[in-house]
């Protein structure tokens, strides 16, 4: 008999599915990259903002020097911008590392982690790579049923993982409801609020988190600059909290975990609001695009605050998978959402006007 490495928690952890690079559509389906539509990540359809390029070239000639351990200018600006000191955030290579960190930092093998079914899939990645025990409460109207969730923390539970907007579903909770769960919460239990959408919302969907976390020393907030920023190849996200919590987060990373190039170019995307008025324009016009679309198409979809829309694309559990290949075979990209227990839907990302076009032309071929 061969030997198994690894603990069992690991041996059982499926890996993460991320969505196809272009590159490899192209070398499957024999297509040319250049025709290929990627709407599958969530990415901002934009790309890099320039004013992150011309940082990144400034800071490629110190590259043969480590980065700043401690990420000193881009906490302060960060700091500025939330009113908070820079002792209270933690810089990750991506929000996903934030998130890895706080399993890390606060969870211990055989506790339980409470998060809601179609949430973000790190929260089970993180949660069993600890060994600890998943609680998946079940999703109301594909969102977070949030008194459900207090309800289910149970005396071993160190954390919960809640995503606002949620991925993959869109789903948004508000501020009233977030702040009346925060309340429920035992102050030992961590509350990790993911909201790596937050610029996509209406104004009048914006709260203040950060503003709770200086009521709550158990909230930890998660940010990133994969998405609105446009900046996700760079692997940029951060935590904000009180140094009670940041501390020990400080201890479980790695020292050099983001590099120097993504601090430049983060300190200059935080401050091209421009870019970011532009980008939220675009999801508005795109989201409206869609929606019109599948309405047409009669194609329930859910309502979503967030860069991407989950839509049903059959009734058959063979649907989202069929779709996607004639999807693909067309030379775009969306993400099958099988692996979260939807595997009759899509969640498609949203591109430019001219993308977007011709995502639903594919679409309506695809579902003839
Ligand atoms: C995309 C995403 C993230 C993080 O992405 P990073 O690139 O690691 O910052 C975090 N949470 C949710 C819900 C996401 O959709």
């Known amino acids: 008999m061969s030997k198994q490495f690894g603990p069992d928690y690991v041996r059982a952890i499926a890996p993460y599915e991320a969505g196809k690079p272009i590159a490899e559509v192209a070398r499957e389906f024999g297509l040319d990259q250049a025709s290929i539509v990627k709407l599958a990540s969530n990415e901002n359809p934009f790309g890099v903002p320039d004013s992150a390029t011309q940082a990144m070239l400034a800071a490629a000639a110190e590259l043969g020097r480590y980065p700043d351990a401690n990420g000193f200018e881009l906490k302060a600006a960060l700091a500025k911008r939330y009113q908070v000191s820079p002792d209270w955030i933690t810089l990750g290579n991506g929000s996903n590392d934030i998130l890895e960190i706080a399993a890390h930092a606060f969870v211990q093998l055989g506790q339980s982690v409470v998060y809601a079914q179609y949430s973000f899939a790190v929260y089970a990645l993180a949660t069993q790579g600890v060994g600890a025990c998943a609680i998946v409460v079940p999703a109301k109207d594909y969102g977070h049923d949030l008194p459900a969730m207090a309800a289910a923390i149970r005396a071993d539970t160190r954390l919960v993982f809640i995503a606002n907007p949620n991925n993959p579903t869109g789903t948004f909770i508000s501020g009233v409801d977030i702040e009346a769960f925060l309340e429920l919460v035992p102050p030992s239990v961590v509350v990790v609020l993911d909201e790596a959408y937050n610029e996509y919302l209406a104004p009048e969907q914006q709260y203040e988190s950060s503003a709770w976390v200086r009521r709550y020393p158990n909230l930890l907030i998660s940010r990133t600059f994969s998405k609105a920023y446009g900046l996700a190849g760079l692997r940029v996200g951060f935590g904000i909290a009180q140094p009670v919590l940041t501390e020990l987060m400080n201890r479980m990373r790695q020292p050099f975990n983001v590099n120097s190039m ?107």
């Open 262 to 368: 993504a601090q430049a170019a983060a300190i200059a995307a935080l401050n091209d609001s421009e870019f970011l008025e532009k980008s939220a324009r675009n999801n508005a016009a795109g989201y409206r695009q869609f929606t019109q679309a599948f309405e047409a198409l009669g194609l329930q979809y859910v309502p979503s605050h967030g860069n991407f829309v989950l839509v049903k694309v059959g009734n058959d559990d063979g649907a989202g998978a069929r779709v996607n290949l004639a999807l693909l075979k067309q030379g775009v990209i969306v993400r099958p959402v099988g692996n979260y227990g939807l595997p009759q839907w899509l969640r498609i990302s949203i591109g430019l006007p001219q993308e977007n076009t011709v995502l639903i032309a594919a679409l309506k071929k695809a579902l003839a």
